[in-house]
């Protein structure tokens, strides 16, 4: 069950929508590639994964889905180099922890052929969806959900495992003042915050909201017991840049261990930045930004890989992370993606070429 046994089948579209694509103006997640790889899961096990044309699906309305929400995902990016060649950033990590998210949402994990060898057979039929451009790639998003039907509140007996993609430019949208978060939360101990599952990200979008409304872009979310230490900026993990410090709190049941993070936290260390993973206080940051050293601060995730902070609010105030010459964000960031797209040496093994 864990190797495919076959060539995995490929129905093509007749009509593609390529043609219709501005690549040169190209929003996040908008625009959907040709393709998508459907695999059931069924009779207790996986079924022969197929790519076939990108499309609507039809549900049972009591699919467990709509009403218990066991779905998990992933996001990753597919690049092109100058010769045209395929190329994933840590691919395998993807997939683990696709697993991982499965197990604790009692959905049947997928075996690592499956992944893999749909991902890399979609990626070459859609290969011209990749977009060449300086800071555009193709955003992938696997995702896993409960298809078998019944209102019984118990797992459900059928999942569909989908891989659909959408070329994407370049997602920085400027920098961004977040809300250090004192009464809501997005995970608690014991839950499911380290489980990319789609619930976690309904849950967010109230409090984002309210955020929103009182004129920042995201939330900072504390820990749920006392709010007194910072975990993540939105559905990114954070760092915080204390004098020549980089800090990032520690991953747990209720951060989400991001393949970005663990990436920026390597690199740094190899460009002889100070890391320290720890937990980091509000008091602490707050201080900081009073006294002149909260130098940085930046969200990080794959989509935008580095989201860089301008600013928070806490308690009914605000403060400023003043402009600096030469941010480690820029150097990271620039670090990752010429890693990513093959115009850097790549000494720790993360770019997989397709
Ligand atoms: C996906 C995600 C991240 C970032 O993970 P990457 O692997 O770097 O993309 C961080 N926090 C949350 C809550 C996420 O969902």
Redesign the pocket.
Known sequence: MDTLTNNIEVVKTKSSKIEEVDFDNLTFGQTFSDHMLVCDYKDGKWQAPKVVPYGPISLDPSAKIFHYGQSVF???KAYKDKDDNILLFRPL??FK?LNISSKRLAIPELPEAYFMEGLKTLLKVDSAWIPKKEGSSLYIRPFVFASGEGFHASPADEYKFIISTAPSGSYFAGKIKVLIEEKYS??ADGGV?FA?AGG??AGQFYPTQLAIDRGYQQVVWTDATTHEYIE?A????VFVRINDTLLTAPVSDR?????????IIELAKSEGIPVEVRKISVTEVVEAAKNGTLKEMF?????AVISPISGFGYKNEDYDIPEIEQPYADTLKKRITDIQTNKSEDPFGWRYKV
């Open positions: 992933e996001g990753m990590d993807n922890r997005r995970s915050g990319k976690n990200y993540e939105g559905a990114m993990n951060i989400l261990d991001g393949i970005t993070r663990k990436s969200g990080a995730g794959t989509a």
